[in-house]
């Protein structure tokens, strides 16, 4: 009876979870684009696709990702040999579980008439794949524990998901352990199967269980003779040998009957076999409620991942399918770490210290995010820092074994922080470049205005001066020249004596019929604020911000100033001045 309310109660909390979490990704808005696309919309769309995929030559390319990369997981070998055979013998030994143990009783009975859980081979099968599991588990934590790879990061549901699968590993081997050396199990079995008739027929059977099964008796005990053990060899081929393998067989359940037999008789006559039972019957439960709402959903989420990218052309998707395929993308996460191990700019995390940097963790806060978690002003700082710092290499999407576009994902994410209107300082720095290149996705009037919020930001902070204004040595700031002065190429600035060759060789300064009044300094003269020590000014002009970064200056400076160097380290410098004000 507990066992088939507690079924049923896991039952449904998995089904309710299963369809919350997928009517979820057709719900959850991530980016501009999302917010005018009606639910209704998105569902027939992506109906919409499957059908037009299932009846067109994309079923072979759906086909051929099915078994190369869901079923032989073919991504993950390419990127980790150690993490495909984790992943294998996990995927693997459970699915083998599920068929040949689990679902005996609905499925395996079906196929197999004479399908039994202690007769062979389905004893010596349940056993080989459990072992495989707990092999699978011992790698994964020598991965995340014991060895990790570099940047690798475990959260809750990294250990929650191991110590789930361990827990009903674990009790399932040691409760088939207890079994075989338990005495009232022997007994059980003997009086609803065994055909005895008196007490010598009774002695016979149990010493031939205890001499080939390994039961403790608290009454036989080790030598037996001969006659005995062939009376209870022939009443065992009577009353048990359709149901019972020798459970050496059970290779894990066996070795431990080995070490427990000193204790046996004390575990049987608390009950431990049953304890065990309930353990593992909840531990299987717990996991089949908890599977949606835990990182183990990628068991779905993934693979349908990997589908759907795989047939997806870029650029000719409905705009409602890209928004339903990006919010399932979160939960195809399985958080393993090859994003961040091939990331780019990994490296900074190690600097700056903002766990956003790294992809594993930005779709964790992305996912809060697009699920309307309220975040602090301070959490979505960082989660902004993190999704721009990014060179938009493709390397992550392309190591991913789930199949995201995260590099698709990154930029939705930025755009969306850009039209909340969040100052960001990054969008004036070549990590907009790949923006530039997807101007085509964004609104005209959109494009634009990031840009000049930051500029604005940057100037209500430093309090510009004017660049008509007669200027006094009150306004010089001697700090300026330190800061240049930790660059080697940034402290070139003090070899200039303004011949204007910089200036002159400017495509910037070359556009601009006026260019002071369009850019305010040109490049010679903001290489004077630098020696005057003006920090403002040289901030504030728009020079600093339009340059193109060509090195035309720089390779013609006759004085070897490294001219866009200068540039570049006076940008540093007004972002860090700007963000260390606006904290404090």
């Known amino acids: 009876m507990f066992e088939t309310v507690t079924f049923y109660v896991a039952f449904f909390l998995f089904i309710g979870g299963l369809i919350y979490k997928i009517a979820s990704w057709f719900r959850v808005k991530i980016g501009r684009e999302s917010k005018n696309i009606p ?10 696709g499957v059908f037009l995929t299932l009846f067109s ?23 980790d040999s ?24 609905i499925l395996t009975s079906a196929v197999f008439p004479d399908y039994y859980s202690t007769l062979n081979p389905f004893m010596f099968l349940r056993d080989l794949f459990g ?23 475990s959260n809750v549901t990294d250990h929650y998901a191991i110590l789930i699968v361990a827990v009903i590993m674990i009790s399932g081997i040691v409760l088939e352990g207890t079994k075989i050396v338990s005495y009232g199990t022997y007994q059980q079995m003997v009086d609803d199967y065994g055909a005895v008739d008196g007490e010598q027929e009774e002695r016979s059977l149990e010493a031939y269980w205890v001499s080939h099964f390994g039961v403790v008796s608290p009454r036989l005990k080790e030598p037996f003779d001969a006659a005995t053990l062939d009376q209870g060899a022939e009443l065992h081929d009577m009353s048990c040998v359709e149901c019972h393998s020798r459970p050496q067989w059970a290779f894990t359940g066996y070795g431990v009957a080995r070490i427990i037999r000193p204790v046996a008789l004390w575990m049987d006559s608390v009950s431990i076999a049953g304890i065990l039972h309930y353990i593992h019957i909840l531990g299987c439960f717990v996991a089949l409620a908890y599977l949606p709402f835990s990182k183990m959903f990628h068991i779905f989420a993934s693979p349908v991942s990997l589908l759907a990218n795989a047939v997806t052309e870029e650029g000719k998707s409905d705009p409602a399918t890209k928004a339903t395929r990006q919010a399932m993308e979160l939960d195809a996460c399985t958080h393993c770490g090859a994003c961040t191990f091939r990331c780019s700019v990994g490296v900074a ?17 992305i996912k809060a995010l ?21 060179t938009n290499c493709y390397r992550c999407t392309v190591a991913c074994p789930a199949g995201i576009n995260l590099q698709d994902l990154w930029f939705t994410v930025r755009e969306q922080f850009l039209e909340n209107g969040y100052p960001e300082y990054l969008v004036l720095s070549p990590l907009s470049f790949y923006r530039g290149l997807m101007r085509g996705d964004i609104e005209e009037r959109e494009y634009d205005k990031p840009m000049t919020q930051a500029r604005e930001s940057i100037a209500s902070v430093c309090g510009l001066v004017d660049n008509q204004d ?3 040595l009150t306004a010089t700031d001697g700090d300026l020249h330190a800061d240049l002065s930790l660059s080697a190429q940034a402290k070139t600035f003090s070899g200039c004596f303004g011949c204007e060759t910089c200036t002159t060789v400017c495509p910037v300064v070359s556009h601009y019929e006026n260019p002071k009044e369009s850019l305010g300094l040109l490049p010679h003269q903001i290489m004077h604020t630098c020696g005057l020590g003006i920090r403002d000014l040289a901030f504030g002009s728009n020079m600093l911000w339009d340059c193109i970064t060509c090195y035309q200056c720089q390779e013609q400076c006759p004085q070897g100033v490294a001219v866009t160097d200068v540039l570049y380290e006076l940008k540093n410098l007004a972002v860090a001045h700007v963000t260390a004000k606006m904290r404090s």
């Not at 030559?57 to 990127?79: C, S």
């Not at 309307?372 to 002003?377: D, T, V, Y």
């Open 131 to 153: 072992a495989v599991v707990i092999l699978g588990i011992i790698m994964a934590i020598y991965r995340r524990s014991i060895r990790p790879t570099p940047r690798l990061m």
């Open 349 to 365: 995390f190690e600097q700056i210290g903002n766990r956003n940097i790294l992809p594993s963790e930005k779709i964790a806060s």
């Open 370 to 390: 697009a699920s309307g978690k309220r975040l602090s002003e301070e959490q979505l700082r960082i989660l902004q820092e993190g999704v721009w710092l990014c």
């Open 57 to 79: 030559r994309k079923i072979l390319t759906l086909l051929r990702v099915f078994v190369l990369d869901v079923l032989l997981q073919r991504r993950i070998l390419r990127e």
């Open 470 to 472: 007669v200027l006094t």
């Open 82 to 105: 150690f993490r495909w055979i984790m992943h294998i013998t996990i995927f693997g030994g459970f699915t083998g579980l599920l068929l040949m143990h689990a679902l005996g009783d």
């Open 39 to 48: 639910t209704s919309r998105r569902i027939t769309s992506s109906f919409r």
